[in-house]
């Protein structure tokens, strides 16, 4: 059975390793960064099926940081999430402006996120 890639990027150690290990644990391939310089060393080496990235980075934001992705022929294809403690309301217009596929708030429920993946990983393959 195919593992699902994800890649995790927030600038907090804590909700990487509380995130990851429940992806893990849900069958997820996961790789995780704090920082955007790691991003590009890890997204070059392995190719996610899904990136999952906070709002708010120190130096380049999630927002940034999706347009970038969004705007290359060779990452457009790769759905970002948005993932933030910011409300749902203002995370949808972040997202609208970044052209990202989904948004989740980190106060929503965490055992419910590697199925809103999985969702958003089969919806992106058609």
Request: charged letters at 25%.
């Given at each position: 059975?195919?593992?699902?890639?994800?890649?995790?990027?927030?600038?907090?150690?804590?909700?990487?390793?509380?995130?990851?290990?429940?992806?893990?644990?849900?069958g997820?391939?996961?790789?995780?960064?704090?920082?955007?310089?790691?991003?590009?060393?890890?997204?070059?080496e392995?190719?996610?099926?899904?990136?999952?990235?906070?709002?708010?980075?120190?130096?380049?934001?999630?927002?940034?940081?999706?347009?970038?992705l969004?705007s290359?022929?060779?990452?457009?294809?790769?759905?970002?999430?948005?993932?933030?403690?910011?409300?749902?309301?203002?995370?949808?217009?972040?997202?609208?402006?970044?052209?990202?596929?989904?948004?989740?708030?980190?106060?929503?429920?965490?055992?419910?996120?590697?199925?809103?993946?999985?969702?958003?990983?089969?919806t992106?393959?058609?």
């Amino acid at each position: 059975m195919y593992q699902h890639k994800v890649l995790l990027i927030d600038d907090s150690e804590l909700t990487l390793q509380v995130v990851g290990e429940v992806l893990a644990r849900a069958g997820y391939d996961v790789r995780s960064s704090t920082e955007l310089v790691d991003f590009s060393t890890a997204f070059g080496e392995w190719r996610p099926d899904i990136i999952l990235t906070d709002v708010n980075m120190p130096g380049v934001s999630g927002v940034e940081l999706c347009r970038r992705l969004k705007s290359s022929y060779d990452t457009a294809h790769v759905p970002v999430v948005l993932y933030s403690a910011l409300g749902s309301e203002d995370l949808e217009v972040l997202a609208r402006e970044c052209e990202a596929d989904a948004f989740l708030s980190k106060q929503d429920e965490l055992e419910a996120l590697p199925r809103a993946l999985e969702l958003l990983i089969e919806t992106s393959l058609f």
